[in-house]
């Protein structure tokens, strides 16, 4: 069997990696060729834990290869995932162009019976199009089943993630496609779920959002503790004891940010919106999460009353911590937010300050990047907390409160024991919990 993956982006990266390491023949193609030269020199070009050790060994082994060539990878392929980008459109719906585009180049290549596998997250009923749109396309006789395969990996550990699943979701119409899928994840038989193609596709939004609503909700409890003597962590703590809550995806912060919570949601409200089922509930979630930054920046006020020409150090970019992914990462929402007040920033991250640079370029004296935490606190008047990066965990506090003009820390993460920080002299704030 000889595995094509189209669109080498994180999903893709990670699942022809993943699938060579499994023991397939797997190739991967891309439009963009610099992360196919990347690729075939044993070079990630996104920061993933273990990724690049799999990626050089599987490459040194043969089973993987890396082609600019997509109508060679279709015609060599039996089974080709897709994973390529569906972006946000304006309405909130996912962009469907470049899944269409794929199933066109698919078509005109149809060499030889193949299973087209969903990888990248789609709306409900996308395969009915891939099929139609095959169909109308294709020039040969040859067969075709479509298949629905949601991944569920985490970035930042999306390796762990693919090698130890939860679940293995099988969305297949025909024996033969379900067969092909069982074979490829037979190392994981025990995890594997096999529904229809409509349960699959909607198995993976359902799931994003529930945990996005999960972390809306607590941030929404994090407002009422803020108002009273409860602890969200306590709160958060006690729900969890109860089995059918569970204690995952409890943590009040900043919100969610990422290329999949904010965009699934969205996509869920308008899929919701065309099929005709109100989905409000999801819109509150998408506006809980919004309404973090402007949250943060009260807490922000609170501690420093105005906010222009006050020295801001920013620790954490990332949206999460174990990757350089800057997509809707609360920080630019927040530095945006900040900006307009005339703050002026330090701004470190330990993987993320390149991609940063590109999205707020170094303004001097306003924002600028410093290269280890240290030298961002330097004379700031207030330290913000962004990403619970485990660095910062494990700073040393001493000498920030003796590098900063005021020891004053809002941690939008609960990075700190408050008792802790106070006790050292800071002045501290942090998200529903005193
Ligand atoms: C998420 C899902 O967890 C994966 O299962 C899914 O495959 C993936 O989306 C996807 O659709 O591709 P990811 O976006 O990589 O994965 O990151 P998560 O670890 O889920 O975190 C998402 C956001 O929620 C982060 O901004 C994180 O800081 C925030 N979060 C998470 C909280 O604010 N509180 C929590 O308790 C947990």
Same mark, same amino acid.
């Given at each position: 069997?000889?595995?094509?993956?189209?669109?080498?982006?994180?999903?893709?990266?990670?699942?022809?990696?993943?699938?060579?390491?499994?023991?397939?023949?797997?190739?991967?193609?891309?439009?963009?060729?610099?992360?196919?030269?990347?690729? *075939?020199? $044993?070079?990630?070009?996104?920061?993933?834990?273990?990724?690049? =050790?799999?990626?050089?060994?599987?490459?040194?082994?043969?089973?993987?290869?890396?082609?600019?060539?997509?109508?060679?990878?279709?015609?060599?392929?039996?089974?080709?995932?897709?994973?390529?980008?569906?972006?946000?459109?304006?309405?909130?719906?996912?962009?469907?162009?470049?899944?269409?585009?794929?199933?066109?180049?698919?078509?005109?290549?149809?060499?030889?019976?193949?299973?087209?596998? =969903?990888?990248?997250?789609?709306?409900?009923?996308?395969?009915?199009?891939?099929?139609?749109?095959?169909?109308?396309?294709?020039? $040969?006789?040859?067969?075709?089943?479509?298949?629905? *395969?949601?991944?569920?990996?985490?970035?930042?550990?999306?390796?762990?993630?693919?090698?130890?699943?939860?679940?293995?979701?099988?969305?297949?119409?025909?024996?033969?496609?379900?067969?092909?899928?069982?074979?490829?994840?037979?190392?994981?038989?025990?995890?594997?779920?096999?529904?229809?193609?409509?349960?699959?596709?909607?198995?993976?939004?359902?799931? *994003?959002?529930?945990?996005?609503?999960?972390?809306?909700?607590?941030?929404?409890?994090?407002?009422?503790?803020?108002?009273?003597?409860?602890?969200?962590?306590?709160?958060?703590?006690?729900?969890?004891?109860?089995?059918?809550? $569970?204690?995952?995806?409890?943590?009040?912060?900043?919100?969610? $940010?990422?290329?999949?919570?904010?965009?699934?949601?969205?996509?869920?409200?308008?899929?919701?919106?065309?099929?005709?089922?109100?989905?409000?509930?999801?819109?509150?979630?998408?506006?809980?999460?919004?309404?973090?930054?402007?949250?943060?920046?009260?807490?922000?006020?609170?501690?420093?009353?105005?906010?222009?020409?006050?020295?801001?150090?920013?620790?954490?970019?990332?949206?999460?911590?174990?990757?350089?992914?800057?997509?809707?990462?609360?920080?630019?929402?927040?530095?945006?937010?900040?900006?307009?007040? =005339?703050?002026?920033?330090?701004?470190?991250?330990?993987?993320?300050?390149?991609?940063?640079?590109?999205?707020?370029?170094?303004?001097?004296?306003?924002?600028?990047?410093?290269?280890?935490?240290?030298?961002?606190?330097?004379?700031?008047?207030?330290?913000?907390?962004?990403? =619970?990066?485990?660095?910062?965990?494990?700073?040393?506090?001493?000498?920030?409160?003796?590098?900063?003009?005021?020891?004053?820390?809002?941690?939008?993460?609960?990075?700190?024991?408050?008792?802790?920080?106070?006790?050292?002299?800071?002045?501290?704030?942090?998200?529903?919990?005193?």
């Amino acid at each position: 069997m000889k595995i094509g993956v189209i669109g080498t982006g994180y999903v893709g990266l990670v699942t022809a990696v993943c699938l060579s390491d499994l023991g397939h023949a797997v190739q991967g193609t891309d439009i963009d060729a610099d992360k196919i030269d990347k690729a *075939n020199q $044993g070079i990630s070009h996104i920061y993933e834990p273990g990724l690049e =050790e799999l990626l050089k060994k599987n490459l040194k082994s043969g089973n993987l290869s890396f082609s600019h060539d997509l109508h060679q990878t279709i015609q060599d392929s039996n089974v080709l995932f897709v994973c390529v980008n569906t972006p946000q459109r304006e309405d909130g719906s996912a962009d469907m162009c470049y899944v269409e585009g794929t199933s066109r180049s698919i078509a005109e290549n149809l060499n030889t019976y193949k299973l087209i596998v =969903e990888k990248s997250t789609v709306p409900i009923q996308t395969s009915m199009w891939i099929k139609r749109t095959i169909s109308l396309y294709k020039k $040969g006789d040859a067969d075709f089943d479509v298949a629905s *395969n949601p991944e569920f990996l985490r970035e930042g550990s999306a390796v762990y993630d693919f090698m130890n699943p939860d679940r293995v979701i099988i969305g297949a119409e025909s024996d033969r496609a379900r067969d092909i899928l069982v074979k490829i994840y037979k190392k994981y038989s025990d995890k594997i779920l096999v529904t229809n193609i409509d349960t699959a596709e909607l198995i993976k939004h359902a799931s *994003n959002s529930f945990l996005a609503m999960k972390i809306s909700y607590i941030n929404l409890m994090s407002e009422l503790c803020d108002k009273t003597d409860a602890n969200v962590e306590l709160v958060a703590k006690g729900m969890g004891l109860d089995p059918r809550i $569970g204690p995952l995806f409890l943590r009040a912060g900043l919100g969610y $940010g990422g290329s999949c919570f904010p965009k699934d949601v969205r996509a869920l409200i308008k899929i919701g919106e065309d099929l005709g089922v109100d989905l409000t509930l999801l819109k509150e979630v998408d506006r809980i999460n919004r309404d973090r930054i402007q949250s943060f920046i009260q807490k922000i006020k609170k501690a420093l009353w105005i906010i222009k020409d006050k020295k801001i150090a920013v620790l954490g970019l990332a949206f999460k911590p174990e990757t350089d992914d800057l997509r809707n990462a609360p920080s630019i929402y927040l530095i945006e937010a900040l900006q307009k007040e =005339e703050a002026v920033l330090r701004l470190y991250d330990p993987e993320a300050l390149d991609n940063m640079k590109s999205v707020f370029p170094e303004q001097s004296p306003s924002l600028l990047y410093t290269d280890n935490p240290y030298d961002a606190v330097r004379d700031a008047n207030a330290t913000l907390i962004v990403t =619970e990066w485990e660095e910062f965990k494990n700073l040393d506090l001493d000498k920030i409160k003796t590098l900063m003009a005021n020891p004053i820390i809002i941690d939008g993460r609960n990075v700190f024991d408050p008792e802790d920080v106070k006790k050292l002299g800071f002045e501290y704030y942090s998200v529903g919990r005193k």
